[in-house]
Structure formats: C-alpha cells, structure tokens
C-alpha cells in the first residue's frame, strides 16, 4: 500500500516542535502542500522550507478563523486539517484543592477550544465540496487516568474524545472523516523531557515496563499514524480514537 497526499492541502496546528512538526515533515513527505499553525512563530521558521507558516493563538476564535481563512486564500482550500496543538502549558501535577480557575482554563484553550475553532473554519469547504480529513491529538490521558497527574488535561483530552465523536457524526455524511489519534509517552519536546525526569527512576521503569514495546514513543510514530488516517485508504474510518502508544498494559 502506497499512501500518497499529492494535491492535497492539510493545516496542521501546533507545529512549531515534537509531534506537531513530525506531523507536518509526514504529511510532506507524502505530498501534501503543508500550512503550519503555532503560536511560537519563532518556533515556525524552523520548519523546513516549502511549509507556509502562519502564527496565531488558536484559544481565540478570532484568530483561529482569521489564520484558516489566511490558508485557504494562499492555497485555495484545505483538504485536511490535524489539531495536534495542546500540551500542557507548562504545568506540573498537584492536588486538586491547590487548582486555579486561570490554570484549568488555560489548558481546556489550548486542547479543546484550538480543535473546535479550527474545525467549525474548515468545515463549511470541506462539506461544499464533499470531502476532507480532520484529525485530532489527544492522548493516552483522554482514555484513562493521566500520568501526569494533571487533573484539566485528562479532563480536557477526554472532552477532545468527545468532541472528535461528535463532529464524526455530524460531517460524515458530507464525506469527511474525523477521527483521533491517542499518543502514549512520547519524549517530544521540553515540556515532556521536564515530565519524565520529574518522574523519577522509579517510576519511568513501570512507564517502560507497562509498555509492551518497552521503549518509549518517537514523534514520528505519531505522524505516521496522521498520515494514514489523512490518507484516501481511511476513507471509510471515522469517529475512532487509535492509540499509538506501544501496547499500553
């Protein structure tokens, strides 16, 4: 099977580093015509030369359909779009009485409201035309307990599952798929370098050993798991969630 995105436009959130910069050297090297969406535009010149790069705070809805309809414009339209934008915005975990209102709602921004901002922009020309791929990031954490002990992200990454289910249901019959891939750890960039050493010796050795690949996630993995979902072979793959995560035990 030769997965092939020749001709096709994809926006890709979150692509300044770690997944969502693997994701868009994927979706290039497959073809695509790739548009890069981040909030760290320094982190966007980075990337390699061809991507269109275009900084914007997607917790904004404002900015959100401001910088897709940027996309469109350039290119013509967007076939696909990937929210792997998210994280966990520096955060570390702590028990749940010491939570402020600005913090939960700083990481609920970043990984739900970027997703739907970003999907209700491309939607409208992905149903007139009668096609298109949207796929989000969420995580091991959306599926169960998270290990970072962060009670907004597990509570935000399940919402991401929800909301992906959701826009399955309503754009499948206008021939667009949405589905959702769930890393487990992936040391990607230095908000998840600073959590696994926090870890601990400890308690990377239970990570590593419930992982039935015993090793931990490349960025790469990832993207190759995007690209499939992106890709004509999909086609009739939606509203899944598939967890790339090693064998999580």
């Keep these: ?42 982190g966007l010149e980075r990337l390699a030369a061809g991507v269109s790069r275009h900084p914007a705070d997607l917790g904004s809805r404002e900015a959100t359909h401001e910088a897709l309809g940027e996309i469109a ?22 028990p749940v009485e010491e939570i402020g209102e600005a913090d939960w709602r700083a ?19 992905m149903k007139a035309r009668g096609s298109g791929r949207i796929v989000t990031i969420s995580s091991g954490a959306g599926l169960r307990p998270s290990l970072t002990g962060i009670q907004a992200y597990a509570a935000a990454k399940h919402a991401l599952v929800g909301l992906t289910k959701q826009l399955a249901l309503e754009l499948g019959p206008h021939g667009v798929t949405v589905n959702s891939v769930a890393p487990g750890f992936v040391l990607s960039n230095p908000s998840t370098e600073r959590q696994w ?37 999909a086609g009739w793959i939606t509203g899944q969630v598939l967890s790339v995560d090693g064998g999580h035990a």
Excluded at 25 to 36: H, P, R
Excluded at 107 to 125: E, K, L, R, S, T
Excluded at 220 to 225: G, H, L, R, T, V
């Design 1 to 42: 099977m030769r997965v092939t995105l020749e001709g096709q436009v994809f926006a890709v959130t979150g692509a300044a580093q770690g997944i969502g910069a693997a994701i868009v050297a994927g979706l290039g090297a497959a073809g695509a015509t790739v548009a890069a969406i981040d909030i760290d535009g320094a």
């Design 73 to 94: 414009a350039r290119h013509g339209r967007i076939d696909g779009l990937v929210c792997a934008a998210g994280g966990v915005r520096g955060q570390a975990g702590r």
């Design 107 to 125: 990481i609920f921004a970043a990984n739900v409201d970027a997703a739907m901002w970003c999907a209700q922009a491309v939607a409208p020309g």
């Design 197 to 233: 050493q926090a870890f601990g010796p400890e308690k990377q050795r239970q990570v590593i050993e419930g992982t039935h690949m015993r090793r931990l996630g490349r960025a790469e993995d990832i993207a190759d798991a995007v690209t499939f979902l992106a890709s004509a072979q």
